[in-house]
């Protein structure tokens, strides 16, 4: 499937992953997820996961993907819910993508096609 295709398909899609709004939510709350915990959101689409969780539990993090169009309402998401001080977005590939110093590896969510991956205090 071209990437092209894949943002036609997403267009109308928040959640771009075949979840729920609450199931975000729940997951945010079983993450035990507060101010300070950093996100790395690889593959984040239209980072909508990172968006809530950081208007939710006041978290700050950092969304990677290759799609210029995602991206784009990514970051409008991202004005429209006042997050744009603790979420950065930044093109690339999710795979060569290097983690952060002082950070910690931790599976935080993940679905075919998608590397979200790790997640920690900040100092």
């Known amino acids: ?4 295709f894949h943002e036609i398909a ?3 899609h928040r959640i771009l992953n075949p979840f729920t709004n609450d199931k975000l939510a729940l997951l945010g709350e079983v993450a035990r997820l507060r101010r ?4 790395l959101d690889l593959c984040c ?13 006041g978290i700050e993090g950092v969304g990677v993907d290759i799609s210029d169009v995602f991206l784009d309402a990514a970051r409008a998401r991202a004005r429209e ?3 744009t001080d603790r979420v950065r977005l930044k093109k690339g590939d999710a795979g060569a993508y290097p983690a952060e110093p002082g950070s910690t590896s931790c599976p ?6 998608s590397a979200t991956g790790w997640r920690g205090r900040s100092s």
């Open 1 to 4: 499937m071209s990437l092209r």
């Open 10 to 12: 997403e267009g109308g």
């Open 36 to 39: 300070g915990t950093r996100l």
């Open 45 to 57: 689409g239209k980072a909508e996961m990172l968006c809530q969780w950081s208007l939710a539990h």
């Open 81 to 83: 819910l006042g997050v």
């Open 108 to 113: 935080a969510w993940g679905r075919p096609g």
